[in-house]
């Protein structure tokens, strides 16, 4: 039963943290909290700041360093050196993904915020947050 119990914290824990996106100012997660340090580094390696990229979206490709990528489902067993990434453009959640390289999907024509987290393995942000983000032109 406490098993049960740890599971349903968990997934209600994830779930919080990435179920977004339905606002354009919400945020994947809504505080950090007591949350871990990381010791992964991340930046956007492209596209660069200012850059006009095509309506049709761009790929968002990421350095990290000092942690790893992990795949599979979220889980509460939370280290500083594992975790994926988030992607927001303007403050929307677009993907949770353990890839470097990920699609915005179709931009609107105009100024966007892109913006990548490396996030804890339950899809909760570490303390302080890894985030990089970049201004580009769509159009």
Same mark, same amino acid.
């Given at each position: 039963?406490?098993?049960?119990?740890?599971?349903?914290?968990?997934?209600?824990?994830?779930?919080?943290?990435?179920?977004?996106?339905?606002?354009? $100012?919400?945020?994947? $997660?809504?505080?950090?909290?007591?949350?871990?340090?990381?010791?992964?580094?991340?930046?956007?390696?492209?596209?660069?700041?200012?850059?006009?990229?095509?309506?049709?979206?761009?790929?968002?490709?990421?350095?990290?360093?000092?942690? $790893?990528?992990?795949?599979?489902?979220?889980?509460?067993?939370?280290?500083?050196?594992?975790?994926?990434?988030?992607?927001?453009?303007?403050?929307?959640?677009? $993907?949770?993904?353990?890839?470097?390289?990920?699609?915005?999907?179709?931009?609107?024509?105009?100024?966007?915020?892109?913006?990548?987290?490396?996030?804890?393995?339950?899809?909760?942000?570490?303390?302080?947050?890894?985030?990089?983000?970049?201004?580009?032109?769509?159009?």
């Amino acid at each position: 039963m406490k098993r049960l119990a740890v599971l349903s914290v968990g997934l209600s824990l994830a779930f919080a943290a990435c179920g977004g996106g339905s606002s354009p $100012t919400s945020s994947p $997660t809504p505080s950090v909290g007591s949350r871990p340090t990381s010791t992964g580094k991340i930046a956007i390696v492209s596209p660069t700041a200012g850059q006009t990229v095509s309506t049709k979206g761009v790929i968002v490709k990421v350095s990290l360093e000092g942690a $790893t990528l992990v795949q599979g489902p979220a889980t509460t067993t939370l280290r500083p050196d594992e975790g994926h990434m988030h992607l927001l453009v303007d403050g929307s959640t677009i $993907t949770l993904t353990g890839s470097l390289e990920v699609p915005t999907g179709p931009l609107t024509a105009g100024t966007h915020l892109i913006e990548v987290e490396f996030a804890a393995n339950d899809h909760g942000p570490f303390n302080p947050r890894v985030i990089a983000q970049v201004t580009v032109r769509a159009g």
